[in-house]
């Protein structure tokens, strides 16, 4: 069946370090990744988006990775701030023919401390 | 812009009672999402139009809920009758779809937290 893997447990890092989170699928073959992020009590908010054939993408002092062979997205936010710290979310887009369609991974809560 | 609106924010009722929730989307966009958000099974959708035309609905979980889009600006998902395992936050999304090749992001309103005792 497929599957989105993200980190269920939070990422606790220090102020200024870079960040790097998670996102493994199974039985997908994606056209896009997006990756979103949700701070509590409101819904969550597009960061980035990178495509199958994009291996690196940038914005900011956020980096997203998709290697298609390992089947894995990378996103890193460096130099870490405590404003940061919320859930980040992997969403992969579904099959061509529901290619408006979003599956979600269950998230990784970041905290970035002083 | 206002971004997605949904109404209420907060709803608590009791099982068996109707549950209607609303969205109104971001003017333009062709394409609504009705999501639903639990600490168990994360963000899932439920159900989502094209230019308001219903196009996957097997994450609908149950007869017991149902979704229209009258027109491109108002959507509704009714639950009835609701039950305690409804409880979750409901989100509507809107985007610009698929056009020329190029997927767009999508825009989330702030969600309804519905609660059913």
């Known amino acids: 069946s497929q599957k989105i893997e993200q980190n269920s447990e939070a990422l606790n890092i220090q102020e200024g370090k870079t960040a790097t989170l998670t996102c493994n699928y199974t039985?997908?073959?994606?056209?896009?990744l997006q990756w979103y992020r949700q701070d509590p009590g409101r819904g969550p908010v597009f960061l980035l988006l990178?495509?199958?054939?994009?291996k690196e993408k940038r914005k900011e002092r956020l980096k997203v990775t998709f290697d298609t062979t390992l089947k894995q997205s990378l996103f890193h936010i460096t130099a870490s701030q405590p404003a940061d710290s919320a859930t980040y979310l992997c969403?992969?887009?579904?099959?061509?023919?529901?290619?408006?369609?979003?599956?979600f991974g269950t998230g990784t809560r970041l905290q970035v401390t002083l | 812009d206002a971004g997605v609106i949904q109404s209420p924010r907060h709803e608590v009722t009791e099982m068996g009672q109707e549950v209607t929730l609303r969205c109104k989307p971001i003017?333009?966009?062709?394409?609504l999402f009705w999501y639903r958000q639990t600490m168990m099974r994360g963000l899932e959708l439920l159900i989502y139009?094209?230019?308001?035309?219903?196009?996957?609905d097997s994450g609908m979980p149950e007869d017991r809920f149902s979704a229209k889009m009258p027109n491109a600006s108002f959507s509704t998902l009714k639950i009835q009758p609701s039950e305690p395992r409804d409880s979750a936050v409901y989100f509507c999304?809107?985007?610009?779809?698929?056009?020329?090749?190029?997927?767009?992001?999508?825009?989330f309103g702030p969600g309804t937290r519905l609660t059913v005792l």
């Open positions: 039985n997908y073959s994606p056209a896009y």
């Open positions: 139009f094209n230019n308001n035309v219903p196009i996957d």
């Open positions: 990178i495509r199958e054939n994009e």
């Open positions: 003017s333009g966009h062709n394409s």
């Open positions: 969403a992969l887009v579904g099959d061509t023919g529901t290619a408006s369609k979003l599956t």
């Open positions: 999304a809107s985007s610009l779809g698929v056009a020329g090749g190029q997927y767009n992001e999508q825009f």
